[in-house]
């Protein structure tokens, strides 16, 4: 689904990262690597928002460079780290924006559009939120209506970056778990970068591991830390990056 051919991120004249090749299909992934590693980077390189690039990144084996606004908008969804500001707009009126790619420019609201939003409501139990104003839901709230809103464009694929970067431990564990029901649910690829250690096993199926401007993708569960500590050379006992 997800394809990298001798790809060299850049940033002006600095290499910051190299993929000599790599393949993700679908499942958690989750993005490690120190901070300045270039997580957000990457992501951003995959929906065409970063451009400073050599080599092939293909979606459903098209260019990423090849597709129009709109066409990747229906391929790919991205939910950044801050929830972004929407004014008086209730949660369920943010989950629906997700529809934008598939209206015509009246922006009219078909039945199918109704029966997603309804949808994706009901897997990340927002109900009880739907008709609150966005700005007075909580962190958590926020971030899972956020993540609404991408599944709403029904995309196989899912980006996340750092989801859980201000969330309690609970909300933290609440969303990873509705990350997991997604994939296993919709057999979406989901990749989102994270600094946590300690939920990668639990939660993933594979890791991207970004390490000295170069990528590793580990699929063995039992890898997965002892990888990520020799690679930043740290205690085995810490749980962050």
Do not use: W
């Amino acid at each position: 689904m997800l394809n990298f051919k001798s790809v060299d991120i850049r940033v002006g004249t600095r290499s910051l990262m190299k993929i000599d090749e790599m393949t993700i299909n679908s499942g958690v992934v989750a993005l490690i690597g120190r901070n300045g590693a270039g997580k957000s980077t990457l992501l951003k390189s995959i929906i065409g928002q970063h451009k400073d690039i050599k080599g092939s990144i293909q979606i459903k084996n098209k260019e990423v460079k090849e597709y129009t606004a709109t066409d990747l908008a229906k391929e790919v969804a991205i939910v950044y780290t801050k929830p972004e500001l929407f004014g008086r707009h209730t949660a369920k009126d943010i989950v629906a924006l997700g529809r934008l790619p598939y209206q015509n420019f009246m922006a009219k609201i078909t039945k199918k559009d109704k029966d997603v939003v309804e949808e994706v409501m009901n897997i990340l139990e927002l109900h009880e939120v739907a008709n609150q104003m966005f700005n007075s839901l909580s962190d958590g709230e926020k971030q899972l209506v956020m993540i609404g809103r991408a599944l709403a464009q029904e995309t196989e694929i899912l980006l996340l970056d750092e989801p859980a970067a201000f969330l309690d431990i609970v909300n933290k564990q609440k969303l990873m778990r509705f990350v997991q029901r997604i994939a296993e649910k919709t057999n979406k690829l989901i990749l989102f970068s994270t600094h946590q250690i300690d939920i990668l096993e639990k939660y993933c199926d594979s890791i991207v591991l970004i390490d000295k401007q170069k990528i590793q993708h580990l699929s063995d569960k039992k890898r997965f830390v002892s990888a990520i500590n020799t690679a930043f050379q740290i205690n085995s006992k810490q749980n962050e990056v």
